[in-house]
Structures are given as C-alpha cells and as structure tokens.
T-cell receptor
Framework: GENVEQHPSTLSVQEGDSAVIKCTYSDSASNYFPWYKQELGKRPQLIIDIRSNVGEKKDQRIAVTLNKTAKHFSLHITETQPEDSAVYFCAANTGGFKTIFGAGTRLFVKA | EPEVTQTPSHQVTQMGQEVILRCVPISNHLYFYWYRQILGQKVEFLVSFYNNEISEKSEIFDDQFSVERPDGSNFTLKIRSTKLEDSAMYFC???????????FGQGTRLTVV
C-alpha cells in the first residue's frame, strides 16, 4: 500500500543552526505534500505545503523542496529557535481521498 | 478564524462499550476525515468522507467503525465494542478543496479501560 518514509526520527540542533527533514513517498499519483508541526498534546498544524507542479516553496525561515522523479521531499528550517522544538510530520495526499503521514521527526533546538 | 471542533475532549469507556466521537466541520468544507494517533506515534488515516459517503478507508477502519453526518453539520465516528488498543487520540480534519490544507480539530482522547 501507500507509504511515506520520514528521516530522521529525532534531530537535535543548536539554536541558529539549520534543520533538514527528509521524506520519500511510494505512490507516484501523490500530488499534494503538507508538513505539519505538532506540539505536545496539541493538534497537528500545517506549516507549509507544496503541490506536485512546484519544485520549491519558501515561507520565511521554512522551505520545502520536491523531487517528483525521486519521489522525495524535504523540509528545511533555517535559523532555528527553541520554539521550533516539536514533532514534525510530512504527509502525502495520494491522489485519492487520503493523506498518509510519515512517522514524525522530533526536533530539539538547544538554546 | 473558523475552527474544527470536536467533542468530547476526553472519553473514558469500558472495554466492549460503544463510543461516538463528534466533530463539527468548518461550514463550507466538503471533505471530512478521521485520523488516529496512538500516544507517541504517527498520525494514521482512518477514513475520508465526501458527498455523504465514504471515499476511502484504511485497513484499520474495519466493521468496528462507522461514520455518518446525522444532521448535515456534525460528522461522527462510532466505534462499536471498543478494545484496549483503541485507546488513542482521534482527530477530525476537514478541507474545502481536494488539494488544500486540512484543518484539524483539537482531538478526542479515548481511553478504553
């Protein structure tokens, strides 16, 4: 079935450094790729998304890249801050009516 | 800002009992979803609902589960004969277009004892 692999599972960076989270998807029909941030005990909240007709998108300190050929997409956070600490989930809308989530990356930003 | 609201926020139930989790979607949204998140694990797709019928469902969504829109506004998830392993956070999500942001409710924490 459809699958989304996410790496790393845990990422620890120093405040001000960059963080990169990588995902791959299996369903070539996937056309929409959201990234969610989930703080402890809270709901997932969208931070950025990208559609399959775009290779890169940026919003302030956050950027996402998509390589459709490789079925690979990545989240880049620059100038990390302690409040960026959370669990980040990539996801792929498989072209049907469901969105499959990656396993999550727990990001720690050390002050 | 419009929000997806879920009730109750926490439900404790005896094993074998039935529970109904409720969601009020954002008013102009057409696509509805239920997801499950076991503590510390990833968000798992359960079911999608569009045009008053199930569009897709996962392997998790077996005969124990059902969804409906009983009154055109609420969107419910019913779990029959709950098991211990059904304990999780259940999120409702809704969107207005097919490839746009899905807004999540705050979740219902289900504890089966």
């Amino acid at each position: 079935g459809e699958n989304v692999e996410q790496h790393p599972s845990t990422l620890s960076v120093q405040e001000g450094d960059s963080a990169v989270i990588k995902c791959t998807y299996s369903d070539s029909a996937s056309n929409y790729f959201p990234w969610y941030k989930q703080e402890l005990g809270k709901r997932p909240q969208l931070i950025i998304d990208i559609r399959s007709n775009v290779g890169e998108k940026k919003d302030q300190r956050i950027a996402v890249t998509l390589n459709k050929t490789a079925k690979h997409f990545s989240l880049h956070i620059t100038e990390t801050q302690p409040e960026d600490s959370a669990v980040y989930f990539c996801a792929a809308n498989t072209g049907g009516f469901k969105t499959i989530f990656g396993a999550g990356t727990r990001l720690f930003v050390k002050a | 800002e419009p929000e997806v609201t879920q009730t109750p926020s926490h439900q404790v139930t005896q094993m074998g009992q039935e529970v109904i989790l409720r969601c009020v979607p954002i008013s102009n949204h057409l696509y509805f979803y239920w997801y499950r998140q076991i503590l510390g694990q990833k968000v798992e797709f359960l079911v999608s609902f569009y045009n008053n019928e199930i569009s897709e469902k996962s392997e998790i969504f077996d005969d124990q589960f059902s969804v409906e829109r009983p009154d055109g506004s609420n969107f419910t998830l019913k779990i029959r004969s709950t098991k211990l392993e059904d304990s999780a956070m259940y999120f409702c999500a809704t969107r207005d277009e097919f490839d746009t942001e899905a807004f999540f409710g705050q979740g219902t924490r289900l504890t089966v004892v």
